[in-house]
């Protein structure tokens, strides 16, 4: 199985501090995803990555940025956190393979903005 | 336009009985589409997926589901359901260039 690993699992952070989550992963591949889970809203994509430097809004964008300088790390960054930004966060990779082909979920981050 | 619909917010069956969790899709030619499972406080495991081909798709902890185009429907289906299957379901589908895209979630409780 991919191995994914998000950072921190929870954190508690104050409206209008910066805040990085970082996503993991071991396997080398090409595509990763960062997610935000509300209730009532499922899982919604907020930025993904289609490889080192190469990055792509998805629908709920606005107050975050992504980096990508290796394969194998996917950093979202809120610049100035708000309450609106409590979530749980996903990250994800997509398995392109001979034998398999799907998407893998890390853990979720935890995120409360107060 | 929402590309994936569940209608069920919650729904509660009784342990043993029969389970099918519904799933709509719009748009697009052959979907890639998917069920997972997210147990509370855990993340999201596949259930199972289909590409093409045979249009009932069997997946892990006895699950299956059937794609039907004429209904532009992916349900997911359990003979006898047991009180761990209590969690979230989500159905999903691919579009554009590998990206995922999820439906809002069907809550489901086990009762005894």
């Known amino acids: 199985d991919a191995g994914i690993t998000q950072s921190p699992r929870h954190k508690v952070t104050e409206t209008g501090t910066p805040v990085t989550l970082r996503c993991h992963q071991t396997?080398?591949?090409?595509?990763m995803y960062w997610y935000r889970q509300d209730p009532g809203h499922g899982l919604r994509l907020i930025h993904y990555s289609y490889g080192v430097k190469d990055t792509d809004k998805g629908e709920v964008s606005d107050g975050y940025s992504v980096s990508r300088s290796k394969t194998e790390d996917f950093l979202l960054t809120l610049e100035s956190a708000t309450s609106s930004q409590t979530s749980v966060y996903f990250c994800?990779?997509?398995?392109?393979?001979?034998?398999?082909?799907?998407?893998?979920f890390g853990s979720g981050t935890r995120l409360t903005v107060v | 336009a929402q590309s994936v619909t569940q209608p069920d917010i919650h729904i509660t069956v009784s342990e043993g009985a029969s389970l099918e969790l519904r799933c709509n899709y719009s748009?697009?030619?052959?979907?890639?589409l998917f069920w997972y499972v997210q147990s509370p406080g855990q993340g999201l495991q596949l259930l199972l997926k289909y590409f093409s081909g045979d249009t009932l798709v069997q997946g892990i902890k006895g699950f299956e589901a059937e794609f039907k185009r004429s209904q532009s429907s992916f349900n997911l289906r359990k003979p006898s359901v047991h009180w761990s299957d209590a969690a979230e379901y989500f159905c999903a589908r691919e579009i554009g260039n590998e990206k995922l895209t999820f439906g809002t979630g069907t809550r489901l409780t086990i009762i005894p």
């Open positions: 994800a990779i997509s398995v392109a393979t001979l034998l398999n082909y799907g998407y893998t």
């Open positions: 748009y697009g030619a052959t979907p890639y």
């Open positions: 396997e080398n591949h090409r595509y």
